[in-house]
């Protein structure tokens, strides 16, 4: 069966899912995991969008998909901060270790 487009916004919407509940148990190697995981599906869309439009009553299904996905990266984005601002102190001291 042939992947519709709009089946490949779901599986954007539920990597970007899985990626959010990654990072609220703080699992950061599985954040990256689905980091990539949406990447390739990102590419694999676009690809398919260059020859194929989506229907217009998948139009505003697509809309709902893009307001969650955006949802899901500000909170991963929220939930990141502490961890990001602990690597940049720990490779700050390694770098000063350096010098």
């Known amino acids: 069966m042939q992947q519709m487009l709009i089946d490949y916004y779901k599986a954007i919407e539920d990597s970007s899912a899985k990626m959010l509940d990654a990072a609220r148990a703080e699992d950061w190697d599985e954040v990256v995991r689905f980091e990539g995981t949406c990447a390739v599906l990102i590419e694999q869309l676009r690809h398919r969008a260059r020859s194929e439009e989506l229907p217009p009553e998948q139009r505003v299904e697509k809309t709902r998909i893009m307001q969650r996905i955006l949802q899901n990266?500000?909170?991963?984005?929220?939930?990141?901060e502490p961890w990001l601002a602990h690597c940049e102190r720990k490779f700050e001291g390694q770098r000063q270790m350096l010098h």
């Open 73 to 80: 990266d500000a909170q991963i984005r929220y939930l990141a």
